[in-house]
């Protein structure tokens, strides 16, 4: 359906488009800052995807919800647009895990 959010079945969470829009993510968050959070806390192969909704525009949104272990665990919510394989962040906020 256009326009509207859609959850990502888990089985989905290993594709190419899913992984490289998450590491995309990740990455995002390592450039920012990442509040607390050093380059030694985001290894790349070490986050878990928690859930995931796509929405389709001109080319697809997903909505991440991605937890990063380090010293501090950390939940990240990030919306990535990836508009045929040019990709963005366009929201991002990070906090403590539950």
Same mark, same amino acid.
């Given at each position: 359906?256009?326009?509207?959010?859609?959850?990502?079945?888990?089985? !989905?969470?290993? =594709?190419? #488009?899913?992984? =490289?829009? @998450?590491?995309?993510?990740?990455?995002?968050?390592?450039?920012?800052?990442?509040?607390?959070?050093? @380059?030694l806390d985001l290894q790349y !192969?070490?986050?878990?995807?928690?859930?995931? &909704?796509?929405q389709v525009v001109a080319g697809?949104?997903?909505?991440?919800?991605?937890?990063?272990?380090? #010293?501090?665990?950390?939940?990240?919510?990030?919306?990535?647009? !990836? #508009?045929?394989?040019?990709?963005?962040?366009?929201?991002?906020?990070?906090?403590?895990? &539950?």
């Open positions: 359906m256009m326009g509207g959010w859609s959850q990502v079945p888990s089985d !989905d969470f290993t =594709s190419d #488009r899913i992984q =490289s829009a @998450s590491k995309f993510a990740v990455k995002h968050l390592e450039k920012s800052g990442g509040g607390a959070l050093t @380059s !192969d070490n986050f878990k995807i928690t859930s995931v &909704e796509q697809m949104n997903y909505k991440f919800v991605i937890e990063i272990p380090g #010293r501090e665990c950390l939940k990240h919510e990030a919306t990535v647009y !990836d #508009r045929f394989g040019d990709l963005s962040v366009t929201a991002s906020e990070s906090s403590p895990c &539950e």
